[in-house]
């Protein structure tokens, strides 16, 4: 039973607590060390000045990547990939799953749809009634299918998919850099507090504080960020990390991968001027991405398969292909791609 629309409207209201706690700490940190540490603290105009300007800098970019990450709507499946009218009557009276599977292989046959459920099945979304595009899921807190969907995360009340992974990543490393400069800079007032060197002052409390939370904060946010740098390397969203996309001929972890310069062009951008700031410069659509899927000879691909450790040297290039986490080796390093899977299709 679907919830009522009070208790959505409170759940709504319920996942923006994270992101006020994430404020309330911004906040506090801002006062801390603008009022309790530059102005009642810092005796030395210089240093005030210039601190106050570095923290400024940092704070600006921070806040404006976490922005970009919450209010970006994320994309959705374009009409193309509804089922036409007719389609999607008959699909709604069919009961039987192999022919409903036939009037999405008919639906999907000129759409770049490369990527099938674990059974081999196209990937539909019931609840949305689309096509999903390789790399989209359905987010059951958006109540949305989400193009290149990463996860939903509670810290930003939003999807972190296509239209806002690179905003996201950024926010990541801002949100570290902001708290390294924090650190670097009261550092040696804290150790003077913490020494009893400084005599003891209402700001006392604020500093030590200040410093211990914005290491606190470092810690966690650069481990996070490390990750996704790593993901964006490999050209894998979190889902596709813990799930590898299942490909005609079976699971690929390095389905989409085309070598890190690749990949890391297709989240920023391959313009050096717009990469470091929160605007969008992802390449593609979202619907469709260039995979290692290449339509060659079978005998060539089984051939190539076999190299990969993909299947037995005797074995068909069939859906029945095991997913081979350990030998599936990365091949397209140095931009070179080579294709490991073969498209089953008619
Ligand atoms: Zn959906
Ligand atoms: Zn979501």
Redesign the pocket.
């Known amino acids: 039973m679907a919830p009522s629309p009070a208790l959505r409207c409170c759940k709504r209201t319920l996942n923006w607590i994270p992101v006020l706690f994430i404020n309330l700490v911004v906040g506090w940190s801002y006062y801390a060390y603008v009022v309790e540490l530059c102005v009642y603290t810092i005796t030395d105009n210089v240093e005030r000045i210039s601190y106050l300007i570095i923290f400024h800098i940092f704070l600006a970019i921070f806040i404006w990547s976490y922005w970009k990450t919450i209010w970006s709507k994320p994309a959705s499946p374009s009409i193309a990939f509804a089922l036409p009218r007719a389609e999607k009557e008959l699909f709604e009276k069919e009961e039987r799953a192999e022919m409903q599977q036939e009037i999405l292989k008919r639906a999907a046959r000129n759409l770049p749809v490369y990527t099938r459920t674990a059974g081999g099945a196209i990937r539909y979304?019931t609840?949305?009634q689309?096509i999903?595009p390789d790399r989209c899921h359905?987010?059951s807190t958006c109540?949305?299918?989400v193009l290149k969907m990463d996860h939903h995360c509670p810290w930003v009340n939003n999807c972190v998919g296509f239209s806002n992974y690179k905003f996201f990543v950024l926010f990541l490393a801002y949100a570290s850099l902001y708290c390294a400069v924090i650190c670097a800079t009261v550092i040696q007032y804290f150790i003077k507090f913490w020494t009893k060197e400084h005599a003891e002052t209402p700001a006392k409390f604020h500093i030590l504080f200040l410093f211990f939370v914005a290491a606190l904060f470092f810690i966690s946010i650069m481990s996070l960020f490390s990750y996704h740098l790593w993901l964006v390397g490999k050209n894998r969203t979190t889902i596709e990390a813990f799930r590898a996309p299942v490909f005609a001929n079976g699971p690929d972890k390095n389905g989409f991968s085309l070598g890190f310069r690749r990949n890391m062009a297709e989240v920023f951008g391959d313009r050096a001027k717009y990469c470091f700031f929160p605007v969008f410069s992802s390449q593609g659509d979202g619907h469709s991405f260039v995979t290692r899927l290449v339509h060659i000879d079978p005998e060539q691909a089984k051939g190539v398969l076999q190299q990969n450790g993909k299947i037995p040297a005797n074995g068909e290039t069939s859906l029945s292909v095991p997913p081979s986490e350990a030998t599936s080796k990365e091949k397209t390093d140095g931009d070179q791609i080579v294709a490991v899977t073969v498209d089953s299709e008619p």
């Open positions: 979304c609840y949305c689309v999903k359905h987010c109540e949305m299918c």
